[in-house]
């Protein structure tokens, strides 16, 4: 697996705290915060790739925060966590712009999967953006 950023967002720190030492035995460099305000303020200044969000937290919830985060960064891709009882909420943050979302407790090794494959699709949005740019500036008159 390629090593990319992830940020955990969950207001129950121990959730927040094991999810985090498996992402990083993994390879992965991880982040946490334990609201929408503290990861908002993360991502302004620090490189994420994906956010993993629980939806039901205290201040600013996580689909508030899924709509921030979209203004603020918009190719950080974002999965979000749901209890049985806010599907929901899952399905209206995928409305909004979340990569996908997942029903607590999750598994690791889904949770990988889901995570990778949202940095992959970052990854290549990226590199769509970087070539449009080549082009434009080669089509730019010197």
């Known amino acids: 697996m390629r090593e990319f950023n992830v940020l955990v967002v969950d207001d129950e720190e121990e959730f927040r705290?094991?999810?985090?030492?498996?992402?990083?035995?993994?390879?992965?460099?991880?982040?946490?915060?334990?609201?929408?305000?503290?990861?908002l303020?993360?991502?302004?200044?620090?490189?994420?790739?994906?956010v993993l969000l629980d939806v039901k937290m205290p201040g600013i919830d996580g689909i508030e925060t899924l709509r921030r985060i979209r203004a603020m960064k918009p190719l950080v891709e974002v999965v979000l966590l749901t209890g049985h009882?806010?599907?929901?909420?899952?399905?209206?943050?995928m409305k909004l712009g979340a990569f996908d979302y997942l029903m607590k407790p999750i598994d690791l090794e889904p949770l990988l999967e889901?995570?990778?494959?949202?940095?992959?699709?970052?990854r290549l949005h990226q590199a769509k953006i970087e070539q449009a740019e080549i082009r434009r500036n080669m089509s730019m008159p010197s």
């Open 17 to 39: 705290e094991l999810t985090a030492k498996r992402l990083e035995k993994r390879g992965l460099k991880v982040k946490t915060a334990e609201s929408g305000e503290k990861a």
């Open 41 to 50: 303020e993360i991502l302004e200044h620090s490189h994420t790739d994906v």
């Open 114 to 122: 889901k995570l990778s494959d949202a940095n992959e699709k970052k």
């Open 85 to 93: 009882a806010s599907v929901d909420s899952g399905i209206e943050g």
